[in-house]
């Protein structure tokens, strides 16, 4: 039929995109996806954290994160849906495994790792993004999350007895 003209010029475009090493739409909806679930249970997991926070430092750099990762929630579900996706409900496992960690010290670690989890995952997602609207917000998460991992490990470095948190 005469509409089978049509669709390959899209096809084909994206299809130049993945020849020169940019991942598929699918590859990327997924990959904001599990970001937007990762985020969503850092957010949980620093607004439970507050309540058992071992100083009020402690408390407001959980207080901080919470509302930085709201804010990369809300990214994430305004790119995904500027892409034609639709953004996940789901929370991600990582919120479980941290709040069973009764210790709040050795639970900022644990978080920590689930940051810098979060920027490796950023740096190879980044690398395979052509869109310049979208990699201009993950380069903004991505140093946020520096700025908060580093905070915390300092906050670690002086409260010990875990190890610095940062990977
Ligand atoms: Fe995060």
Known sequence: MSGDRASPVCYGAEADDVYMGYAPR???MAALNELLEAERAGARVALGSVGDAVSADHAAMMRTVRADEARWCAMLSRQIRR???????????????????????ER???LNRGQAWV???LAELMRRVRDDALHADLRDMLESHKVNIDSAATFLDANGPSPNGAV
Not at 88 to 93: E, H, I, Q, T, V
Not at 95 to 104: F, V
Request: net charge positive.
């Open 83 to 105: 892409l034609g996706g639709t953004p996940s409900r789901k929370c991600g496992a990582f919120r479980g495994k941290a709040m069973a960690i009764a210790d709040p010290i």
């Open 119 to 121: 920027v490796r995952r």
């Open 26 to 28: 699918d590859e990327i």
């Open 108 to 110: 900022l670690a644990f």
